[in-house]
């Protein structure tokens, strides 16, 4: 947040650390050393982009699983708008007859 003092604060077996103020570290270097100070260890390249892909391959199982869910939540649902609209259909032709029965009755009262 802007105006706050950016602090950490490290667990080692269970038991909080003193808070550092990260902000108090001046260059990237300092930064670094504190970390690998404070037990971090530093992936290399390769084992960054093996984490990501890793991460990628998981996002892209669950949202399979998601779509598959949504989709058979879909399927099961017997309300669905297309039966709503059928019944509308047939409504409206009922009425239509009724339209038709109404003016048998009008001629033969003439």
Same mark, same amino acid.
């Given at each position: ?21 990260? +902000? ?13 100070? +404070?037990?971090?260890?530093?992936? +290399? ?28 939540? +879909? ?36």
């Amino acid at each position: 947040m802007h105006g706050r003092n950016a602090v950490i604060t490290i667990t080692k077996d269970g038991e909080e650390q003193e808070p550092f103020t990260m +902000s108090d570290l001046k260059t990237k270097e300092e930064m670094h050393k504190f970390m690998l100070d +404070s037990g971090f260890e530093k992936k +290399s390249e390769e084992e960054i982009e093996e984490m990501k892909a890793a991460k990628k391959a998981r996002d892209e199982a669950n949202a399979a699983r998601l779509a598959e869910l949504y989709e058979d939540e +879909s399927d099961d649902d017997d309300d669905d708008f297309d039966d709503d609209d059928e019944e509308e259909e047939e409504y409206d032709e009922d009425e239509e007859e009724d339209d038709d029965d109404d003016a048998i009755d009008e001629k033969e009262e003439l």
